[in-house]
């Protein structure tokens, strides 16, 4: 700085020391005003830039039209004019600086080495009136132009950055124009070279890495993938770290640094992320003086980020400063500004939740006026005429805006009692529910909201209306190439939505099998997802490529506005109003082309029932080895799904209460344990078992029985009143909700002699979903006695800082009962990836290990393998395996079947369905803890069921293990100490 303002001191004096007419005075003016520019964008004072702008305006009129240096100073002056324009966002400003700028690049030679300079600048004034008209003709010649000196720049020229730079964030707004990811995949591409091509002590490198950071976080936006997220936020740091303290720019690239901490905090909650994105939030506007153009957006950011913090700790003293900043914010952004209704619906967010808090109906009144007020801006503000007349009211935000406005509707009807504010409450939500081109995600919520307003009048057509178009939103919502951590994150925000539709179905006087399939819909998507890319999808690449991929552009284009999901939108206000409008044509447009697509493809021989759910006559034959059992529990009801070869009837439980069942849910053992406990415990009777959890399932049990288990039996014709048969029948479970943690198997009373209970009736295993169950229906049984079938064993004896294991047992019971023609493999304590080498060349694999299973983030499940320190082959490493010789996984360890998200439960995300999609038939898993000795107990006696007995039936896994239970549970007093016999289940077909 001192450098410069030396340089400043001399250039006057220079200039001073020359009469008017000396032939160096427009020379010496043209470096003073370049000068006193560069001090300009070091310190952002207004001064500077004026002075700047006349000066070099003298030393253009000091400088005859024919002179060589005449382009250079033009370009100057046009650099100068385009700063004011930026600070003030006068028009009249940039349109100079474009003319002027195309005087300078229209007085110099093609070949000349300044034209590359000339033509970026140009291209930059351009692409600025773009961004404020959003001309379509702008946008396409600023990438020409910028192309152009790229092209024009040798690759070692140190302007080759800048103009990089500019190419990059010119096909940015391209992207945010088309969304075509192939755009932004070349702006990032790009925008990465010229940050690349520019040295770490460069001054323009925090630009650039600015630049770059938002096309990444662009990128999170399209495909939600966090690696982008993260990516984002470490350039984004970056470029802050480069920045001085008091460089004007600061404050913008704080504030891209707090969009990406407030995307990340969406994703993971992290307190510590959250306090920073608040400490950089006011940073920012500390940073802007009250002339900046953005001053309000960074409020408005401010106000978001208090706002949310209030959600989280319930402090008034946030919720207060929240709505008083978000008051600020309004009354700083104009009245035509685009941002406004983004700003007004923020701050009416603040005061609905003043009133939910206080209950004033001062501040709900005030709500509603202003959440009025932001619906009511939307198509006026935001999209040009062309765009309202093509598209009346459809504007992305609008769906988010409604449902704001709606919230609010819906609790001053609540309030003063009020009928007409409820009507129009619904109003809102339906026309939130059907704009087409928001985010998915808000019009579920919207529909949802709509739905429970049917449902409390009692309108069960209506509510169940609502319900469908619902179900049929949802796979719109996830993108095909998200990571399972993307998955979970999206599907948080719907769960219950499948069981919640179904028992409104059923009062609507809907059939059993709709209300069926609906539930379908909507449990194990990414299970469903995983099935369908491992047989509908990839056979479709394999037989018609193109199809295919266009197929999987549309379905990610349209996937890719789901992420678009806080109801404050604190980063939307950054694209133009005409990218809103050409967006959401675009989207229109992708979604109309997808369902032709989708069509298209069900024409093709084989592809009929592409991406649909099994049919009336699939869902019989799912039933043709036993009879499936599909509950069904809400608020509304409780019922199950009876599924035999011939039809599909539903029965009521009366007794199933949801209260009751959240209670006795809440009982079951589980949590992120990993430890398979090594506790010395008899197993002969002999000597009092020492129960980890007391008696408390024993209650449950005996209730569960009697509200489900038995009614369900007994309607299916399976309660065995005289004579027990030989060969008792399979039956599958799919639990359905809180009914999916609880071990079905073991209901009932299991006293000495005692016969009210599940095991003394039928042989049970659980399934997911039916889809899943159909995915593992299709696999041949292949007995393990035929000849070449492998057996891999992977043991941890030792795990640090967790219980030794006997694992030598489990080895010599499997090793006692497998024939000749079988060959084994062991591995012990063996690397994951050694693991993941050997599963897939094995028909069965046994895994005698600890578990731990992750009830936040179930996808990080993991069985715990490795020698000196601990390796986790977890749910997201196994997954991406297809194995097609997978016979038996039997997963010896604690927890491997326990669903712990309870915001996830209709997933079924856990090590066992893992392994049943990887492409394992059969699957034993456990639902909690199991002990040590219990756990070779029972796999002892499965394989000596399994391996001598004539394995060649579909049902000879589950029997295995049900006869392997049964002789742990009848042992001594073992029958009433329900957690050492009933973790373990059956998972398949």
């Not at 939910?356 to 198509?379: F, G, K």
């Not at 409604?402 to 009807?413: F, P």
């Not at 178009?469 to 951590?485: A, E, F, G, Q």
């Not at 196994?878 to 604690?894: E, G, M, T, W």
Request: proline residues 4%; negative net charge; charged residues 25%.
């Amino acid at each position: 700085m001192e450098d410069l303002q030396k340089a400043i001191r001399i250039g006057q004096v220079a200039v001073d020391a020359i009469s008017e007419s000396h032939p160096d005075r427009a020379q010496r003016l043209n470096s003073l005003g370049i000068e006193l520019r560069n001090r300009y964008q070091r310190t952002g004072s207004i001064e500077d830039l004026q002075e700047a702008i006349r000066i070099t305006q003298a030393a253009v009129e000091a400088t005859p039209t024919d002179h060589p240096d005449r382009a250079q100073r033009l370009d100057n002056l046009g650099v100068g004019l385009r700063n004011q324009y930026l600070r003030t966002r006068s028009i009249e400003y940039l349109q100079e600086a474009i003319r002027i700028a195309q005087t300078a690049v229209d007085a110099t030679p093609e070949n000349h080495p300044d034209r590359a300079q000339y033509l970026s600048n140009l291209g930059t004034g351009i692409n600025d009136r773009y961004q404020r008209t959003g001309s379509i003709e702008d946008l396409q010649e600023t990438i020409r132009i910028t192309q152009t000196a790229v092209e024009a720049t040798p690759e070692d020229h140190p302007d080759r950055a800048l103009h990089l730079n500019n190419l990059g964030f010119t096909l940015r707004n391209q992207y945010l124009r088309t969304r075509s990811i192939e755009d932004l995949q070349k702006a990032i591409r790009i925008a990465q070279a010229a940050v690349n091509a520019t040295p770490e002590d460069h001054p323009n490198r925090a630009r650039r890495l600015n630049n770059l950071g938002t096309g990444f976080g662009d990128r999170y936006q399209r495909t939600g993938l966090i690696e982008d997220l993260q990516e984002a936020i470490r350039i984004a740091q970056a470029a802050v770290n480069a920045t001085p303290q008091d460089h004007p720019d600061r404050a913008r690239y704080l504030d891209n640094l707090g969009i990406g901490l407030g995307d990340r905090y969406l994703r993971t909650e992290l307190i510590e992320d959250f306090e920073e994105i608040i400490y950089i939030a006011r940073a920012v506007v500390d940073a802007a003086p009250e002339s900046h153009p953005d001053r309000a957006r960074y409020l408005n950011n401010l106000g978001v980020r208090l706002g949310d913090r209030y959600l989280r700790t319930g402090s008034m003293e946030d919720l207060q400063e929240a709505i008083h900043i978000g008051q600020a914010a309004v009354d700083a952004t104009p009245e035509k500004h685009p941002d406004r209704a983004q700003h007004l619906n923020n701050l009416g967010i603040g005061l609905g939740d003043r009133y939910l808090r206080t209950e004033s109906i001062e501040d709900l009144q005030e709500a509603i006026r202003i959440a009025q007020a932001a619906v009511d801006a939307t198509p006026e503000n935001h999209l040009d005429r062309a765009a309202v007349n093509a598209t009346p009211k459809d504007h992305p935000d609008r769906a988010r805006y409604l449902n704001n406005l709606g919230s609010k509707l819906r609790n001053r009807s609540q309030e003063i009692r009020s009928a007409e504010d409820l009507q129009k409450a619904l109003t809102c939500f339906i026309e939130s529910l059907h704009q087409l081109i928001s985010p998915p995600t808000i019009r579920l919520e919207s529909g949802i909201a709509a739905a429970e307003i049917a449902i409390g009048s009692q309108d069960w057509r209506e509510g169940a209306l609502h319900l469908e178009n619902l179900i049929d939103l949802l796979p719109k919502i996830v993108p095909r190439s998200n990571s399972h951590d993307d998955f979970q994150y999206v599907l948080r925000q719907v769960s219950g939505l499948g069981s919640l539709t179904a028992s409104v179905f059923l009062q609507a006087g809907k059939s059993a099998l709709e209300s069926l399939q609906a539930v379908e819909k909507c449990r194990g998507v990414i299970a469903s997802l995983m099935v369908d890319s491992r047989s509908d999808i990839s056979l479709l690449r394999q037989a018609y490529p193109d199809m295919w991929s266009r197929y999987h552009r549309l379905r990610e284009a349209v996937a890719a506005s789901a992420f678009s999901t806080n109801r404050r939108s604190s980063t939307l206000g950054l694209l133009l109003a005409n990218d809103y409008a050409s967006r959401s044509l675009k989207l229109m447009q992708d979604v109309k082309e997808l369902g032709e697509v989708e069509n298209e493809i069900r024409k093709q021989p084989g592809f009929e029932r592409f991406q649909l759910a099994p049919t009336e006559s699939e869902i019989y034959e799912l039933a043709r080895y036993g009879p499936i059992v599909s509950f069904n529990v809400t608020h509304l009801g409780s019922h199950a799904f009876l599924i035999t070869g011939n039809n599909v009837r539903v029965l009521q439980l009366p007794k199933l209460n949801y209260k009751d069942l959240e209670k006795h849910a809440s009982k079951t053992p589980g949590g992120n344990r990993s430890q398979r406990p090594g506790t010395v415990v008899s197993l002969d009777g002999n000597s009092k078992f020492e129960n980890l959890y007391g008696n408390t399932q024993t209650e449950s049990m005996h209730w569960l029985w009697d509200a489900a288990i038995k009614l369900a039996l007994e309607e299916l014709g399976l309660l065995w009143q005289d004579k027990r048969p030989a060969t008792l029948p399979c039956v599958w479970w799919v639990g359905g909700g809180l009914m999916a943690v609880l071990p079905l198997h073991a209901a009932g009373k299991h006293q000495k002699d005692s016969t009210e209970n599940t095991v003394s009736h039928v042989i049970s295993s659980y399934a997911p979903t039916l889809k899943v169950l159909q995915f593992s229906q299709k696999k041949a049984w292949t007995p393990l006695s035929v000849e070449r079938s492998k057996i891999l064993i992977v043991t941890m004896p030792k795990t640090p800082g967790l219980d030794d294991l006997n694992v030598d047992e489990e080895v010599t019971a499997i090793r006692q009962h497998v024939g000749s023609s079988t060959s084994v493999e062991i591995l012990k304590t063996p690397t994951a990836a050694a693991v993941l080498e050997q599963v897939t060349v094995c028909s069965l694999v046994h895994f005698a290990c600890h578990c731990l299973p992750d009830t936040k983030e179930p996808s990080k499940s993991a069985l715990l393998l490795g020698a000196e320190n601990i390796e986790k082959l977890t749910v997201e490493n196994l997954l991406p395996l297809n194995h097609q010789l997978a016979q038996v996984a039997y997963l010896s360890a604690c927890s491997t079947a326990e669903i712990g998200a309870r915001n996830l439960i209709d997933e079924s995300i856990h090590l066992a369905s893992t392994f049943q999609l990887v492409g394992f038939r059969h699957v034993i898993g456990t639902l909690w803890e199991a002990y040590d000795l219990a756990a070779i107990h029972v796999a002892a006696k499965f394989y000596e069921y399994l391996l001598k007995q004539d394995a060649d039936t579909a049902s000879s896994v589950p029997r295995a293990l049900h006869h392997a239970i049964l002789h742990l549970r009848d042992k001594g007093k073992n029958r009433e100490n329900i957690s050492l016999w009933a973790p373990f289940i059956h998972v398949g077909p």
